[in-house]
């Protein structure tokens, strides 16, 4: 059998950028070249990998500008289409400096927000949100009974993965960090369902902390719920009904999931 996994395609891509100059009355047209090498920034200044700008500008829902227009190789900001910057004049240079300063945001809210402008993850094909899946009954990796049925009225996280997944690895690290957020809170309950032998898993494991509670060999449970591309991420509520569903590796899919367990959890 022949696993699927969804992988962010590498693509370079041309800017061509139009900058009027306010003090003549020419328009100057500029070209630039961009590639996996050129520095890319978010609204914030963080500089962003090449794979997380080119997931954002595979939606088109986002456009390129060049820090410096007089630079022959500029860094570039991602931006949504629409943006407009604003710049505020102050009429009277004294009443600017005594009027009240606003509250910045946080560096975490920051990023908050940027992760929530992002596209929503992609759903999965294999799931409905608002239904209630099949349960199934099996052991995990240390011979512990699971049966889904009798987790209701906790949240339950699904994490449908295989070892040779290479987006499956990229998300392990920031699944971790999920669990840990609710380490201490037993209404949250976290499982990895692996195509994997045991053994397989063990020696993974050797060498990578996953910090799901791991269930091997469960083919089977993949292919009762028809499932065919990985990692599949599914969260069921304390009704054990589908609260949210993915497929593929987005860098907002935490984000998501995070907001999907605290609204479970209300």
């Known amino acids: 059998m022949k ?9 370079s891509l041309s800017l061509s950028v139009y900058a009027q ?3 003549m009355p020419v328009t100057k047209t500029r070209s630039f070249s961009i590639d996996q090498n050129s520095v890319v920034k978010d609204s914030t200044g963080k500089r962003l990998t090449f794979k997380e700008w080119n997931v954002l500008m595979r939606t088109r829902q986002y456009v390129l500008f060049p820090e410096n227009l007089d630079d022959p190789n500029p860094s570039f900001v ?18 600017a400096e005594t009027a009240p300063q606003q509250k910045q945001p946080s560096a975490e809210e920051i990023r908050e927000q940027y992760l929530a402008s992002l596209p929503k993850p ?4 294999y799931f409905t ?8 009954s099996t052991r995990d990796l240390n011979n512990n009974k699971i049966k889904l049925k009798e987790l209701r009225g906790k ?35 976290f499982l990895a369902i692996a195509l994997d032998y045991s053994w397989e898993i063990k020696k993974f494991l050797k060498t990578t902390a996953f910090n799901y509670d791991i269930i091997d060999n469960g083919r089977y449970i993949a292919d009762g719920y ?27 899919s935490p ?12």
């Open 3 to 11: 696993y699927i996994c969804i992988l962010i395609m590498l693509a």
């Open 21 to 23: 100059d306010t003090s």
């Open 78 to 95: 991602v931006r949504k289409k629409g943006y407009k910057e604003v710049r505020y004049i102050p009429t009277e240079p004294a009443a």
């Open 122 to 125: 992609r759903e999965s094909a």
């Open 129 to 136: 949100t608002g239904e209630t899946i099949e349960p199934f």
């Open 155 to 189: 949240v339950v996280v699904l994490n449908f993965w295989f070892i040779g997944c290479p987006a499956c690895m990229q998300e392990i690290p920031e699944l971790n960090k999920l669990v840990d957020d609710y380490k201490n809170n037993p209404s949250v309950v």
């Open 226 to 252: 028809k499932v065919g591309l990985y990692p599949t991420n599914v969260i069921l509520d304390k009704e054990g009904k589908v609260a949210f569903h993915s497929v593929g590796f987005a860098p907002n």
């Open 255 to 266: 984000y998501w999931m995070r907001k999907t367990i605290n609204e479970g959890l209300k």
